[in-house]
């Protein structure tokens, strides 16, 4: 009995989390309410606060289901065993085929954005992220793709502003210029990172990225009232 209540709860907990995230996809998060997150999940008023005390809660648990997430997706590209390079540019265009066409994370990179600063969520989110890039960094110089002089920690923050900012100025219901912004930002940085006799392989690496990429890129819906769920789920 107890395992099956466990497993009701967390289906709840994470019926709620996908309804908020399909809020604030599309949404500010001063625009959604918890009435808009309850009506889309379909639970009561009840079932919401047993697994979340406020909304900033919500949402920080979809930053941090995100931020899981991500750090999957960089080991699978790790696992691929491409060089430093490479790996940094594939783990760039995962996240921007992620932020495009999946609605927690485009929900995770939106909550960032406008609640980054509360509490140093942003910064707790971001170190992990700025340090694993810096880890890849080192390998690319030494494995002579980046210049002896590249600092990797000064690298790491720039290779995430660009993501963080082309997020902020492109846009994600339009893959191709998203995805071709990105690619432009690439082929803009990489003279002050890489050595020059790899620049041509790079550039050409990252074009072949951005066609993969507008393949699999699919913009989400925004979100609509839902009709087949229970609405008489409570607290699990």
Not at 14 to 36: E, G, M, T, W
Not at 50 to 59: G, P, Q
Not at 76 to 101: F, H, P
Not at 129 to 140: D, H, L, M, N, P
């Amino acid at each position: 009995m107890t395992e099956q209540l466990d497993r009701r709860a967390d289906v709840t907990r994470l019926q709620i989390l996908q309804a908020a995230a399909r809020q604030f996809a599309h949404k500010p998060y001063s625009a959604v309410s918890l009435d808009d997150i309850l009506a889309d999940a379909a639970v009561t008023k009840g079932a919401l606060y047993f697994h979340f005390r406020s909304k900033y809660a919500l949402a920080s648990s979809i930053i941090d289901n995100r931020a899981e997430r991500a750090r999957e997706r960089v080991n699978e590209v790790l696992a691929r065993n491409l060089s430093a390079m490479e790996t940094l540019v594939d783990i760039s265009y995962q996240l921007a085929v992620d932020d495009i066409g999946d609605t927690m994370s485009r929900a995770a990179g939106n909550l960032l954005e406008s609640i980054g600063r509360t509490d140093r969520l942003g910064p707790q989110v971001l170190a992990p992220w700025i340090s694993g890039y810096a880890t890849i960094v080192r390998r690319a110089v030494d494995e002579g793709d980046f210049t002896d002089g590249t600092d990797p920690q000064v690298a790491a923050m720039l290779l995430v502003s660009m993501q963080l900012g082309i997020r902020q100025t492109s846009d994600l219901d339009d893959p191709q210029r998203f995805l071709t912004d990105l690619e432009r930002a690439w082929k803009l940085v990489l003279p002050g990172l890489a050595n020059p006799d790899r620049l041509g392989y790079l550039a050409q690496f990252i074009r072949r990225r951005t066609t993969v990429a507008l393949k699999k890129a699919a913009p989400i819906k925004p979100a609509g009232p839902r009709h087949n769920a229970d609405p008489a789920t409570g607290p699990a």
